[in-house]
């Protein structure tokens, strides 16, 4: 795996290891307040940059464009905010709403970018 698609291969090992640290967290401790960001690292964190990663593993001339780069970093600095942001949201500490929704709106549109770059490649194949 090169560039892009090993970006965002480490990336999902990382949402892999901290989500199940949490959620062994969550057993232990019998507190399951911290489920959603638990469920988006794991689901929106690990899976989809899997997905992603193998993706750009398939098809080479999608991972060299300067906008693979663009969607790798938009989708991996708005989702680590968007689950971070979360936890201490779920923790009480209300001033990080209009930041978890920022970083939601980032991760929404590093999707849109997603269709933009891999449609038309797919399309193509
Ligand atoms: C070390 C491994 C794991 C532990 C200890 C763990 C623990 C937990 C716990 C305690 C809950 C809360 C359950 C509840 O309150 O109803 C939960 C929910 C959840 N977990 Fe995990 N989990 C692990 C791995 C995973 C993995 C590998 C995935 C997905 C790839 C995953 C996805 C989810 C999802 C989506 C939910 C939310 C389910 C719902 O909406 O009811 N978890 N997990
Ligand atoms: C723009 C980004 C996203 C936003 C703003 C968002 C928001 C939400 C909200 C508000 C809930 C309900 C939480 C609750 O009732 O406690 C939820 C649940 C859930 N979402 Fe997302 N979501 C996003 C992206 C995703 C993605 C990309 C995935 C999967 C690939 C995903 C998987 C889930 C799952 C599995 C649950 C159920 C677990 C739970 O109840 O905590 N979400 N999401």
Do not use: K
């Amino acid at each position: 795996m090169q560039g892009v698609a090993r970006n965002f291969f480490v990336l999902a090992i990382a949402y892999a290891i901290c989500g199940m640290i949490l959620g062994v967290h969550m057993g232990m401790s019998h507190d399951h307040s911290p489920m959603p960001v638990h469920a988006h690292v794991m689901v929106a964190g690990w899976l989809m940059s899997a997905v992603f990663a193998f993706f750009y593993h398939l098809f080479p001339a999608a991972r060299e464009t300067r906008l693979a780069q663009v969607h790798f970093w938009l989708t991996a600095v708005s989702g680590v905010t968007l689950v971070v942001s979360l936890f201490f949201l779920l923790g009480g500490n209300e001033a990080l709403e209009p930041v978890t929704g920022i970083s939601s709106l980032g991760f929404l549109a590093a999707m849109i970018l997603f269709a933009w770059i891999a449609l038309p490649v797919v399309r193509r194949a």
